[in-house]
């Protein structure tokens, strides 16, 4: 079974930083596009970012806002993902989720995760 | 950026009965050179993640029940529960992923009535 499961989720303070994790199993993670989405009951549902595969060059895509202040990044090795959040705002606060890319780089995300719960407030 | 909206925000249908979402996005997510549309469609019960449904907007996930069912092409789609079950409760979405950002839909949440 494919399975990703998130880690990392805090209350942190308004221009702090977390970093997430999501370990993937159940699947070749070195040759999945993987993304991150976050949910907030006023937003919805919103983009993150994605990684490419490495052999597809693992590039990096960004929501425009939240572009230089996130970074997502990989270890194939350890089939872990990584969402590294600096300067965060209230804003961000929500539940963040890592997605797997349906059949390679098809956008339609077939694997989610349970999510992680990530809170920004003073 | 391709917005995607849904209606009606809310729904509620009696057990047995048909339930019809509909999405539209604010340009076509159709491709001309493999004729597929990038829309998907995703569910989520309380407390859990979404879970893919269908893409290539008619196309079923393995394992989903042959009575959710997509349609539609270029700008305009539709889910379709032909026999709602009380399973079915949850809030749907619809996806486009045809360029990035990829962006959703707001929602329809579907109750039993």
């Known amino acids: 079974e494919m399975q990703l499961v998130e880690s990392g989720g805090d209350l942190v303070k308004p221009g702090g930083s977390l970093r997430l994790s999501c370990a993937g199993s159940?699947?070749?993670?070195?040759?999945?596009?993987l993304s991150w989405v976050r949910q907030t009951p006023g937003k919805g549902l919103e983009w993150v970012g994605r990684?490419?595969?490495?052999?597809?060059?693992?590039?990096?895509e960004y929501a425009a806002p939240l572009k230089g202040r996130f970074t997502i990044s990989r270890d194939d090795p350890k089939n872990t993902l990584y969402l590294q959040m600096d300067g965060l705002k209230t804003e961000d606060t929500a539940m963040y989720y890592c997605t797997k890319y349906y059949d390679g780089s098809v956008g339609a995300l077939d694997v989610w995760g349970q999510g992680t719960m990530v809170t920004v407030s003073s | 950026d391709i917005v995607v909206t849904q209606s009606p925000d809310s729904l509620a249908v009696s057990l047995g009965e048909r339930a019809t979402i509909n999405c539209k996005s604010s340009q076509s997510v159709l491709y001309s050179s493999n004729n597929k549309n990038y829309l998907a469609w995703y569910q989520q019960k309380a407390g859990q993640p979404p879970k893919l449904l269908i893409y290539?907007?008619?196309t079923r996930e393995s394992g989903v029940p042959d009575r959710f069912s997509g349609s539609g092409s270029g700008t305009e789609f539709t889910l379709t529960i032909s026999s709602l079950q009380a399973e079915d409760v949850a809030v749907y979405y619809c996806?486009?992923?045809?360029?990035?950002?990829?962006?959703f839909g707001g929602g329809t949440k579907v109750e039993i009535k």
């Open positions: 290539w907007a008619s």
């Open positions: 990684i490419k595969s490495k052999t597809d060059g693992e590039t990096t």
């Open positions: 996806q486009q992923y045809y360029t990035l950002p990829l962006t």
């Open positions: 159940g699947f070749t993670f070195a040759n999945a596009w």
